[in-house]
């Protein structure tokens, strides 16, 4: 392998055929480097999906009400469920291994307004329980979350974003000041990170206020939006089984049709990071499949040219042999200077391939669909051993032909 005369050997024949060399080695450059950029971008798309699941348990189901469809018990269709608060105590009492739960209520349906001094922003301001901290997985960078003092003395404290403090509060540190939340005054608590990208994408972080300040101050009467929950068994079946569980808890509770599929919204994240998650496999799968194809084309390439480097030196390597070099000899010199090509060739696309990929994931902005499209160092490492073994492919079926040539044939060939 480190024979110096070997060597000598496969860099005099490259550098008697320069051009046919480099052609032959851009074949599996270009094969590796698209697999690199193929696997990349694969790999931004997957990143884009996780982002979007950053501070969302996901083992976690979210149940809205909305309207049914069908009548039930005497009861007529197109009735509106509202979720309350005592569908929270029943959810938590009816569903096994049950971790977290909490209500939602979002302040006027929508966009609110927050005052500071002179300033001031339209915000989406949600009513939450302490545990919804478990549950989106805000991060607190001052002060503390909503605790369960605040929400069983309806506390008017508010939670806000960086966004928010900057927009309101500029460079003041905004801690135990007031603001007003639709004219009603709420002391800020605490201020965690960007939740939705920060202000350069146009978004706006919500503000949590607790759930019964929200329902007793704006008039709520008890009344949530949603309720999320988490659990222990975070298999497909076990979410299946608890969704069930809550849908029917829910649906004795409210009077419906536990098969009627328009009385409630549910979310379940188990299940919809299983879906994604094979959805990507088979991405994956698929930019392989594409990437080893354009490689594979290279590497026959490369075993094309050998056969045809074997049949010019086809005189050389009988008189090789005639001298008592062996069929082992012969075999490891092809081999050699075909991993040598293969080797090189695929060395620089992988390399440019993912110099490239860091180029892209440092100049283009994440975003919820394509984020940091960067190569695994394990995927790295597998593509160079596939450059191995492609480069010992390539030059194998020409290997086995330079060593079944007979001396006297190969004197004789002109």
Request: hydrophobic share 45%; net charge neutral; aromatic share 8%.
């Amino acid at each position: 392998m480190f024979d110096r005369e070997k060597w000598a050997e496969v860099l005099d024949s490259i550098g008697k055929n320069k051009l046919r060399a480099v052609l032959t080695g851009f074949a599996v450059f270009w094969g590796i480097f698209m697999l690199i950029i193929l696997l990349g971008a694969g790999a931004g798309l997957r990143n884009g999906f996780s982002y979007n699941f950053r501070n969302t348990a996901t083992n976690s189901i979210r149940i809205w009400g909305n309207e049914t469809s069908k009548p039930w018990k005497g009861l007529p269709p197109n009735r509106t469920i509202e979720l309350e608060d005592a569908d929270i105590a029943a959810l938590r009492n009816a569903i096994p291994g049950i971790q977290h739960i909490s209500g939602q209520y979002s302040v006027w349906r929508g966009q609110s307004k927050l005052q500071y001094g002179m300033s001031s922003g339209s915000y989406s301001i949600r009513g939450i329980q302490p545990a919804h901290q478990h549950l989106q997985h805000q991060r607190i960078i001052a002060g503390r979350f909503i605790n369960e003092v605040d929400e069983v003395q309806d506390r008017k404290v508010i939670v806000i974003a960086e966004d928010c403090r900057t927009e309101l509060f500029k460079k003041e540190d905004p801690l135990h000041k007031w603001v007003n939340v639709n004219g009603i005054p709420f002391e800020v608590v605490g201020l965690y990170a960007y939740e939705t990208g920060g202000p350069e994408r146009g978004q706006r972080s919500p503000v949590y206020i607790p759930l019964s300040a929200a329902q007793k101050v704006f008039n709520a009467k008890g009344i949530v939006d949603d309720i999320t929950f988490s659990f222990a068994d975070a298999s497909i079946a076990g979410a299946k089984r608890a969704e069930q569980r809550a849908i029917h808890t829910l649906a004795r509770r409210h009077d419906f049709d536990p098969t009627d599929e328009r009385a409630l919204w549910v979310n379940n994240n188990v299940e919809n990071v299983g879906t994604m998650s094979s959805i990507f496999n088979g991405i994956t799968a698929f930019l392989w499949f594409v990437g080893i194809g354009s490689l594979i084309a290279g590497i026959v390439g490369v075993s094309n040219i050998m056969l045809i480097v074997v049949k010019e030196r086809t005189r050389e390597i009988g008189i090789r042999k005639a001298l008592g070099a062996t069929p082992a000899n012969v075999v490891g010199q092809v081999l050699l200077e075909s991993v040598f090509i293969t080797g090189m060739a695929g060395w620089l696309g992988l390399v440019l391939g993912i110099f490239l990929m860091e180029g892209i994931a440092s100049v283009v902005p994440g975003s919820e669909f394509f984020r940091d499209p960067t190569i695994r160092i394990d995927v790295a490492v597998t593509a160079l051993v596939a450059l191995v073994i492609a480069g010992a492919l390539a030059g194998f079926i020409p290997a086995r032909r330079a060593a079944a040539i007979r001396p006297i044939e190969a004197l004789r060939d002109e």
